[in-house]
């Protein structure tokens, strides 16, 4: 097992999954700039390694991330950027989203802001029971930032994401498990262990090909008029009877053993 901390983020790889922790003592895990990229440059360093097939996305102690360090925002508040200034911090922020290995967030307690934004991107998200959530942004004179008023209605539908944008009210893990954002309420001591065993399964089971092309086809084919997202689907689905995966899909089924898939190409 190798790990590391940089910037408030710890990363450490053990088999075939990779567990980023959002470690920061005193600040509850809140986020400044260099700890955004170190997030975004880790994920994009476990979707590189050829060994990592799935990560998980947690917070150390009692908070998964509250959002922006708040000591951040007095410095934009009382020196604002200029407009058009080509910031790309969205690109670190929404980083689940776009790297090919599946993103599991296991949110262990508060989770607004950024951090919010953060558990949306992951692919699947687990959350203690208890947990709190709250997209936090109308309630700091901020807007829906980051891509959340396209990310959370996807999720949770139109009526329900423009209450939570809209009010920035604090709700639960249950709740958020009833609005569809979270798949599993976990006990807290059980969180960690869930959400590795979950990702262990995806790195074990699935094929690394697959799920990055799936991942790729959630953000492409969503937009598209059903025929045409069907014949995209249906050409990928062509170009995969040639892969090497299918041929080990068929053979582990028939011999009754986990397969052997290949790693997905670098990207």
Not at 14 to 33: E, H, I, Y
Not at 126 to 131: D, I, L, N, P, R
Not at 223 to 235: G, I, K, N, V
Request: net charge neutral; hydrophobic share 45%.
């Amino acid at each position: 097992m190798t790990e590391s901390t940089v910037d408030g983020v710890r990363y450490a790889a053990d088999g075939p999954v990779a567990t980023l922790t959002f470690d920061k003592p005193g600040r509850s895990n809140a986020m400044d700039v260099p700890m955004q990229a170190r997030y975004g440059s880790a994920l994009r360093q476990a979707d590189a390694d050829p060994a990592v097939r799935a990560v998980v996305v947690t917070g150390a102690g009692k908070a998964f991330c509250p959002g922006a360090d708040l000591g951040l925002l007095d410095d934009i508040s009382a020196a604002p950027p200029a407009s058009g200034g080509g910031h790309e911090n969205w690109r670190d922020v929404l980083a689940a989203a776009a790297v090919g290995v599946p993103v599991v967030a296991a949110v262990n307690g508060g989770c607004a802001g950024l951090g919010f934004v953060i558990a949306c991107s992951a692919d699947v998200r687990f959350a203690a029971a208890g947990a709190k959530f709250t997209t936090a942004f109308a309630r700091r004179g901020l807007i829906a930032e980051y891509g959340i008023a396209k990310l959370l209605p996807e999720l949770v539908g139109q009526g329900r994401a423009r209450d939570l944008l809209l009010s920035g009210r604090t709700f639960t893990a249950e709740q958020a498990f009833a609005y569809g954002l979270v798949q599993e309420v976990v006990p807290p001591g059980e969180l960690g262990l869930r959400a590795h065993a979950y990702a262990t399964e995806l790195a074990t089971y699935s094929a690394p090909r697959s799920m990055a092309v799936m991942k790729a086809q959630f953000s492409r084919e969503a937009s598209l008029p059903l025929p045409e997202a069907a014949r995209e689907a249906t050409a990928l689905m062509i170009e995969s009877f040639a892969r090497p995966e299918l041929a080990e899909g068929l053979a582990s089924w028939n011999d009754r053993r986990p397969p052997r898939f290949p790693p997905h190409p670098a990207p």
